[in-house]
């Protein structure tokens, strides 16, 4: 059995920020790992004011952002596809979001070729956002739905007629990446190793900033600390939306690995019993082909 796991985020560059360490390091076992953008980021601002592309930004910043979208692909060794939808953008308040944006399409319509992605590709591992986004952005919102929708939809053989074979993904995680856990061990690393690090003043302000985050404690952590650089070059390859000095780079790898060398998930849904906390999202897959052989165990096998 080929071991599957299927991302869906909300714009490219979500992909590389949330899970492209754990995406390079299951391609290494030999895991078809895809990544679908359901939008395609067009009303993203420029966060970068170095950007070397900036005059195809102002030109056309759907085209720039699958430029940067294919470098990423290409530095994590994933396949990915688009969705097709368009940006919704981060409305003001009191704003209302484009007519046909991707966070007001009906869910039957825009969940329709994520059913038919699912139906080819037959993961067993689905990683999202949870029900808020991860951050109140419309797109990432509808992300989750959009995927809990699809979840349901895939596996039943009177919905969705045409688009392929019914499939039964087995597991759900969403995204937690950003955790207090994460900041509090760096924090406690860097006091120990070097305790006049400037760092250390912003470790303290961004746990400050998390302190108020009432999110659920993750229940997978993922060690992919040997590739935390595929992941920071991925995110380098989206530099109209990741400047050089992006908060995203201030912690060096060593310290991470040194101190919290995981990405985290929640395991919010699961048809296969698997112990808590986990350190595979494939525990407790079992690949009935090997003879009852737990995922973990068949990719240890081919590495």
């Excluded at 990915?80 to 209302?96: A, I, K, Q, T, V």
């Excluded at 860097?190 to 998390?210: H, K, V």
């Excluded at 993922?222 to 991925?234: I, K, L, S």
């Excluded at 060593?254 to 101190?259: C, H, S, T």
């Amino acid at each position: 059995m080929t071991l599957r796991l299927l991302a869906v985020h909300a714009h490219p560059d979500d992909e590389s920020s949330k899970g492209a360490g754990s995406y390079a390091y299951y391609r290494s076992l030999g895991v078809d790992v895809m990544v679908v953008s359901c939008t395609g980021g067009e009303r993203g601002d420029v966060q970068n004011e170095g950007l070397a592309e900036r005059a195809m930004a102002e030109r056309d910043m759907a085209g720039l952002r699958r430029l940067e979208m294919a470098r990423a692909q290409a530095v994590l060794g994933i396949e990915h596809r688009w969705l097709g939808y368009f940006d919704s953008g981060l409305p003001e308040n009191g704003e209302s979001v484009p007519a046909n944006s991707f966070s007001v399409i009906p869910l039957e319509y825009s969940a329709a070729p994520l059913v038919k992605i699912v139906r080819e590709f037959r993961p067993q591992v689905l990683v999202t956002y949870d029900e808020n986004g991860g951050y109140p952005h419309p797109d990432h919102i509808r992300t989750h739905e959009i995927s809990m929708f699809a979840f349901e939809a895939a596996a039943d053989a009177s919905r969705y007629e045409g688009l392929g074979a019914p499939w039964q993904i087995s597991k759900i995680y969403y995204d937690r990446m950003f955790n207090p856990q994460r900041l509090g061990s760096m924090h406690d690393e860097l006091l120990a190793s070097e305790p006049d690090s400037p760092l250390l003043a912003r470790l303290r302000e961004f746990r400050e900033r998390f302190a108020d985050r009432a999110l659920p404690e993750a229940t997978t952590n993922v060690n992919v600390g040997e590739f935390f650089e595929h992941r920071d070059e991925a995110l380098r390859s989206h530099a109209s939306q990741v400047p050089p000095d992006s908060p995203f780079f201030f912690w060096p790898n060593d310290l991470q690995r040194k101190a919290w060398p995981y990405e985290d998930f929640q395991l919010a849904l699961s048809l296969v019993e698997s112990e808590l906390p986990e350190s595979d999202l494939f525990a407790g897959i079992i690949d009935q082909d090997a003879g009852a052989q737990p995922a973990s165990t068949a990719q240890e096998d081919r590495s």
